[in-house]
């Protein structure tokens, strides 16, 4: 099945600096990879998505790029804000079929962005 | 528009009671439902998927089992809880190859 593995873990970062997030997934079938932020004591929420039919999506100050060929996908934010600090985590779908129904999201281990103002 | 419901957001257990967190979702029909644990804030570890009624898959070994009464009622429970069950419990439902919209989330404490 799919493995996801992302770093660094924590991330400190000061206001209006960049943050990159790093993952790398196994399943080379896989072909949808959703960035989720997580606030304290909150649900996790899509921040961004991209497939695997391109290479970098952009949403204002967040980035997602992905080398299929390497295997692994990013996640960059731009002039970060206080705001910004949250669990982030990257998700790639398993690419086993499972009756003909959707595919599984196996998650990344998180993020802890902190930044600092 | 499409909710989901899960409760309730916090429970305090004894060791070796049971459990049961139940989840349901509106607005969408034969979706995909998770069971997903967060242990220490970080990492969600996929415990349970269900691609219809009565149909439950296990990723992971435990003291925990899932069941899916109704296409929009997906039951996490326990016969005897543990210590090492404790963490926060998130549902969430996805259909064809989107994002997963996940519950609020169930704060277990098992003492």
């Known amino acids: 099945g799919e493995n996801v593995e992302q770093h660094p873990s924590t991330l400190s970062v000061q206001e209006g600096d960049s943050a990159v997030i790093k993952c790398t997934y196994s399943d080379s079938a896989s072909n949808y990879f959703p960035w989720y932020k997580q606030e304290l004591g909150k649900r996790p929420q899509l921040i961004i998505d991209?497939?695997?039919?391109?290479g970098e999506k952009k949403d204002q100050r967040i980035a997602v790029t992905l080398n299929k060929t390497a295997k692994h996908f990013s996640l960059h934010i731009t002039e970060t804000q206080p705001e910004d600090s949250a669990v982030y985590f990257c998700?790639?779908?398993?690419?086993?079929?499972?009756?003909?129904?959707?595919?599984?999201?196996?998650f990344g281990t998180g993020t802890l962005l902190a930044v600092q103002p | 528009s499409q909710t989901i419901h899960q409760w309730p957001a916090t429970l305090v257990q004894p060791v070796g009671s049971p459990l049961s967190l139940e989840c349901t979702v509106e607005?969408?029909?034969?979706?995909?439902l998770y069971w997903y644990r967060q242990a220490a804030g970080r990492g969600l570890q996929l415990l349970f998927y269900?691609?219809?009624?009565?149909?439950i898959s296990s990723e992971v070994p435990q003291n925990l089992s899932a069941s899916r009464p109704q296409d929009r009622q997906f039951i996490l429970s326990s016969k005897k809880l543990l210590l090492s069950d404790s963490g926060f419990y998130l549902c969430a439902w996805r259909v064809a190859k989107t994002e997963a919209f996940f519950g609020q989330g169930t704060r277990l404490t098992v003492v």
């Open positions: 607005g969408t029909s034969n979706p995909n």
């Open positions: 991209i497939r695997s039919n391109v």
């Open positions: 998700a790639a779908t398993d690419g086993r079929n499972y009756g003909g129904a959707t595919n599984q999201l196996i």
């Open positions: 269900s691609v219809g009624i009565g149909q």
